[in-house]
């Protein structure tokens, strides 16, 4: 079962949940069974172009999936997966 | 036992070490020998010159510290003193150590400048400055040398609000000779639960003057430089450039986009931070400087391409922020600024520290350049500053700008420019 960190903004989702524990093959199976269980999940984070938002980053564990094989990204038992968008608080 | 006299004693020692005239040492330097030279005269000798690229060691530590610095006992070592005479001495101690290839440098520094080779006058702390970073200054890391690199570094600030106030705190403790503040808002009563540069009294101030009088009660050395305006396309390159280290605590996306372009553009790296609600993001963009084999990071666009649409991600105002959140992100912030203006340590390039402070975890992800990066990309397609209110997809900003520099020590003049 692979591990997402949910960022902040996405917890409304999830009930408040910060992580979750899922498996799936791929990053975007992943994210489809996330929206099942939490319905508009996947909105928030899918371009509708086969691909992830430009402000939000997904990493398998350290790594950023464009670097690897986007929502293809194998995922496998342990691994971490991180949602990571842009945030422009600072005041 | 033989007695001898103090010239006897000098003499003896000459007749069992090696010595070389200046023009000698500086031959074989110059011929790249790889040679470990050391003043043993004492500290205030040191102060006023000493011979380019040589360890300071007065007699007394010698032997205690010489393995410091030349743990090889075959390499060769020139020990120098004032005038030939205590080096002489010296070497044979540390022959005695096992040392094979000590040398005495012959009439000593003053040999030296005789002889019209360069020396090298260091600049030093004074007695106040001595005791108030000595925590610094003991720190192998940063030691006296370190320190004044921070005395005469400037940092530059994006906002005095609740990343900006910590970091300023830190740098104007820490000796930071320059601190540039840019931030065009008054202080608010609601601003008093994060903003720890300001307080009670300073509500309806100019956050900038308010910053200064704090930070001016806490090291009246450092110079503090506010500008009471917004940072634009049209100010960005004179305000930026001349910093060492900008830190970026702005509230949005446009300004955020701005400075690291210009940051890039300039070449200056930017310590990048953001907060939300219990979570934070810090990170470190690096320009590459090819010339002093600065190999660089990734930049903001690396990891952000895009903006998000307007409204598409609530911001503090809306959503609110843990007050302490901004006191840790604001304080990494000013260490990363610090390791990169001593250069210790490695600075967060590459790399994005994401903190929740709700399980209090601390998680640093591998961030990439993208080699097809509009901005720090092989082929850039962005080479001057655009408007980033239109890139953001908000209205554009339309009002002109002057800019307006407002040395705030004393002085409150500078209007406020509204964005």
Known sequence: MATVYVPTPLRRFTGGQSKIVESAATVGELFQKLDGHYPGFSGKLLDGEGGVKRFINVFRNDDEIRALDGLATTISEDDKVSIVPAMAGGK | ?419
């Open chain 2, 1 to 419: 036992m033989t007695r001898l006299n103090r010239d006897q004693l000098v003499q003896l020692a000459k007749s069992q070490i090696t010595e070389w005239t200046p023009h000698q040492l500086d031959g074989r330097r110059k011929a790249k020998e790889a040679i470990t030279v050391v003043d043993i005269r004492e500290r205030d000798e040191w102060m006023q010159g000493h011979i380019p690229q040589s360890v300071f060691i007065p007699r007394g530590f010698l032997e205690l510290q010489i393995e410091q610095h030349q743990p090889d006992r075959d390499a060769p070592v020139v020990i120098y003193c004032a005038g030939g005479v205590r080096s002489a001495l010296a070497a044979r101690n540390l022959q005695e150590m096992g040392y094979t290839n000590v040398i005495s440098l012959i009439g000593g520094f003053n040999g030296w400048k005789n002889a019209s080779l360069g020396f090298k006058v260091p600049k030093v702390l004074n007695e106040e400055q001595r005791i108030r970073y000595s925590r610094h200054t003991m720190l192998q890391e940063i030691g006296d040398e370190g320190q004044l690199k921070l005395l005469e570094s400037k940092v530059l600030l994006i906002g005095a609000g609740g990343l900006g106030s910590p970091a300023a705190l830190y740098l104007a403790a820490a000796g930071v000779g320059q601190i540039g503040i840019i931030d065009y808002d008054t202080v608010d009563v609601s601003n008093l639960q994060r903003q720890v540069l300001h307080g009670q009294s300073d509500v309806g101030r100019y956050k900038v003057d308010s910053a200064a009088d704090t930070l001016a009660e806490i090291n009246p050395e450092v110079k503090v430089i506010g500008y009471k305006e917004p940072i634009t396309s049209h100010n960005a390159f004179e305000i930026i450039s001349g910093y060492d280290v900008v830190l970026n605590g702005s509230d949005n996306f446009p300004t955020r986009y701005l400075v690291n372009d210009a940051c890039q553009m300039l070449g200056i790296p930017l310590v990048d931070a953001s907060i939300f609600m219990f979570e934070g993001q810090v990170t470190v963009y690096q320009p590459k400087h090819p010339e002093s084999a600065v190999e660089g990071g990734p930049c903001y666009r690396c990891l952000y391409p895009d903006p998000p649409p307007p409204g598409e991600v609530p911001s503090c105002a809306e959503a609110g922020v843990l007050g302490v959140l901004p006191g840790i992100v604001g304080s990494i912030q000013a260490i990363e600024a610090i390791k990169l203006l001593v250069g210790f340590g490695e600075p967060l390039i590459g790399r994005l520290l994401m903190i929740d402070t709700s399980d209090m975890t601390f998680r640093t992800l591998k961030v990439n350049r993208n080699t097809e990066c509009p901005v720090c990309g092989d082929h850039p397609t962005v080479t001057e500053l655009i408007d980033y209110d239109q890139f953001c997809g908000l209205p554009s900003s339309t009002h002109a700008v002057e800019p307006v520099e407002a040395n705030v020590n004393g002085h409150h003049a500078a209007e406020k420019v509204l964005a």
